[in-house]
């Protein structure tokens, strides 16, 4: 048997009301099967053949081939469809809220049961209910669904897609808009699986968890119909775009200790901690690096919400930084079993520092024969938040 580097227990670390992912994780495996390194992917369908970066192009052993790419979430409303984006708190927030700022009565939209404005985007995590409405934008980091896309010479491909949001279901009851009335991650995966000719078992549709980032699950209020059908399309073109640019590349990987970003978030239970970031770097044979894909566990909870200003916390703050590290290329990390971990201080030195955390181009462990290998399975998960778990039988996360 050879030890073949994989990707493996990746699942989505975003939080569900009645059902949780959580852990995303690169570890070695042993594989019996020994797919030929120079096969050219072609029995996986037409529309892979005709997006695959040339493809006659032979792989080495040591490569794989990997597409990556980024679109920004900033909303863009279209005023001639009637479209709004109402960035006043004043007018988003229910008179009902008890905030001083509060001042109109807002009616129920058929999609969710809070009393909220349908046409404010709310951020996620902070309070409960539409609280913080996103007032501004970022214009420096942004808000981004970004992906990378690994397949092997066997067709195998793993599509690792993270959105800077709080959280995005796999299914959906209400909350998607009209142009994509399937906008759930398994029914991307299904929809985008066919389209481009790969398995929908290694669609991994996540999101950062930051809590000053979009509610586009409800808890706090959602979003307008229209953004919600601009958030699936910019999910779908991210995965094409990655999958169309895929290239032949090297990968190397690593785990570092990072302590000091991470703790106990709060003192009556206890976390599974993990103090180590982890890594894997995908290199072009120009020397380029394509992605750097990395998870850690640590909730994104340091951004000031009262600002109104949409934002992804440290990890917007990691990928910016990693992007300049490393010269290019298209960087993120995965929340891991966050669970209970968060960590103190500023939202952007801890990003930065992590990203620092990591050794320069070249210097990381090198995987040798490149492969990849996806399953998914679906079980029942316990709902150990109760007000939460309340929330979500009433139907306020959609």
Not at 22 to 40: E, I, K, M, N, Q
Not at 120 to 139: K, Q, R
Not at 336 to 342: D, F, I, S, V
Not at 351 to 358: P, V, Y
Request: net charge negative; hydrophobic share 40%; aromatic share 8%.
């Amino acid at each position: 048997m050879r030890l073949r580097t994989v990707f493996t227990g990746l699942m989505t670390g975003l939080l569900l009301v009645g059902s949780v992912w959580a852990g995303v994780g690169l570890s070695p495996v042993d594989r019996l099967v020994d797919p030929a390194a120079d096969a050219v992917p072609q029995q996986v369908g037409a529309r892979f053949a005709s997006l695959q970066v040339g493809t006659g192009a032979t792989l080495g052993a040591d490569e794989i081939f990997v597409g990556a790419s980024k679109i920004s979430l900033e909303p863009t409303p279209d005023a001639s469809q009637g479209e709004v984006w109402v960035r006043d708190k004043k007018a988003c927030l229910p008179a009902t809220s008890g905030d001083p700022m509060a001042g109109q009565a807002h009616v129920a939209d058929w999609r969710s049961p809070w009393i909220e404005n349908s046409n404010c985007i709310y951020m996620g995590g902070y309070g409960i209910g539409p609280t913080n409405p996103i007032l501004t934008w970022d214009d420096h980091y942004g808000l981004w669904v970004r992906t990378a896309v690994f397949a092997d010479a066997a067709g195998d491909t793993l599509v690792l897609t993270l959105l800077d949001a709080e959280g995005y279901f796999g299914e959906y009851n209400n909350m998607c808009g009209t142009a994509e009335p399937r906008c759930g991650a398994f029914d991307i995966a299904d929809d985008l699986g066919a389209e481009l000719g790969i398995s929908p078992d290694g669609f991994i549709i996540a999101s950062t968890h930051a809590h000053t980032a979009l509610d586009l699950i409800g808890g706090w209020g959602g979003v307008p119909g229209w953004y919600m059908d601009q958030v699936a399309g910019a999910i779908k073109d991210s995965i094409r775009q990655a999958f169309a640019n895929k290239a032949p590349a090297r990968l190397e990987a690593g785990e570092q200790l990072a302590r000091e970003f991470n703790g106990e978030r709060r003192s009556k239970y206890r976390s599974a901690e993990d103090p180590t970031i982890n890594w894997i770097r995908a290199i072009g044979r120009d020397n380029n690096v394509i992605t750097t894909v990395s998870t850690f566990a640590t909730h994104p909870v340091n951004y000031d919400e009262e600002l109104g200003i949409g934002h992804a916390d440290f990890p917007v703050a990691f990928a910016h930084q990693a992007e300049a590290n490393q010269g290019g290329g298209v960087a993120m990390v995965f929340q891991a079993g966050l669970g209970n971990m968060t960590g103190g201080g500023s939202w952007e030195p801890k990003g930065k520092g992590l990203a620092n955390r990591l050794p320069a181009v070249g210097l990381g462990t090198p995987v040798p024969t490149p492969d990849v290998r996806v399953k998914r399975e679906f079980w029942n998960q316990p709902v150990t938040n109760v007000p939460l778990g309340s929330l979500g039988a009433g139907g306020f996360f959609d």
